[in-house]
Antibody, heavy 116, light 112 residues
Framework: QVQLQESGPGLVKPSETLSLTCTVSGGSINNYYWSWIRQPPGKGLEWIGYIYYSGSTNYSPSLKSRVTISVDTSRNQFSLKLNSVTAADTAVYYC??????????WGQGTLVTVSS | DILMTQTPLSLSVTPGQPASISCKSSQSLLHSDGKTYLYWYLQKPGQSPQLLIYEVSNRFSGVPDRFSGSGSGTDFTLKISRVEAEDVGVYYCMQSIQLPLTFGGGTKVEIK
């Protein structure tokens, strides 16, 4: 059964870059869409973007100017970079695998706090 | 962006009683391929969201049959035939017919 695990700093300073990695185990990164989704404390879910295993990407228009998602198929990992962060970017960040049945696998989530 | 509107915001249910959550989309979720791209997720307290229903009415693997989804076009419903204690959490609908993917605001289900 596929498992996803987010990793990265839990604290980022304002104006700096948030960087997270999602490691996929128990299955190949090939042939799926891999997404980042975030959830501000006490709020709902927001889709950030996705990357196909081949490297094609699509981002939320509201974050597009600040987001980069990349994939490393040799390591079965994909990554998120969000630059110029502010307190509004404080959230639990989830990675998820999208297939033909929707997002059937999610990571446990990692809280990233933006604060000086 | 497609706006997903869920009602009610919260629901308090006696165990064994039914529950129903509505989700309305600002545009039709029916694709030209004949599929309707509406999904339901449950986020249990302290956990990641988990997939319950895909394409309106298909239960994901391992999801109890007390969960059912219905609807078409822009109006959708998730029903729990007999709520159990383990069903507490926040339910979200999501559309994937058009990018960006968008979620409903969530419906919190509690047990009386």
């Amino acid at each position: 059964q596929v498992q996803l695990q987010e990793s990265g700093p839990g604290l980022v300073k304002p104006s700096e870059t948030l960087s997270l990695t999602c490691t996929v185990s128990g299955g190949s990164i090939n042939n799926y869409y891999w997404s980042w989704i975030r959830q501000p404390p006490g709020k709902g879910l927001e889709w950030i973007g996705y990357i196909y295993y081949s490297g094609s990407t699509n981002y939320s228009p509201s974050l597009k100017s600040r987001v980069t998602i990349s994939v490393d198929t040799s390591r079965n990992q994909f990554s998120l970079k969000l630059n110029s962060v502010t307190a509004a970017d404080t959230a639990v960040y989830y990675c998820a695998r999208f297939g033909n049945k929707g997002a059937a696998a999610w990571g446990q989530g990692t809280l990233v706090t933006v604060s000086s | 962006d497609i706006l997903m509107t869920q009602t009610p915001l919260s629901l308090s249910v006696t165990p064994g009683q039914p529950a129903s959550i509505s989700c309305k989309s600002s545009q039709s979720l029916l694709h030209s391929d004949g599929k309707t791209y509406l999904y339901w997720y449950l986020q249990k307290p302290g956990q990641s969201p988990q997939l319950l229903i895909y394409e309106v009415s298909n239960r994901f693997s391992g999801v109890p049959d007390r969960f059912s989804g219905s609807g078409s076009g822009t109006d959708f419903t998730l029903k729990i035939s007999r709520v159990e204690a383990e069903d507490v959490g926040v339910y979200y609908c999501m559309q994937s017919i058009q990018l960006p993917l968008t979620f409903g605001g969530g419906t919190k289900v509690e047990i009386k």
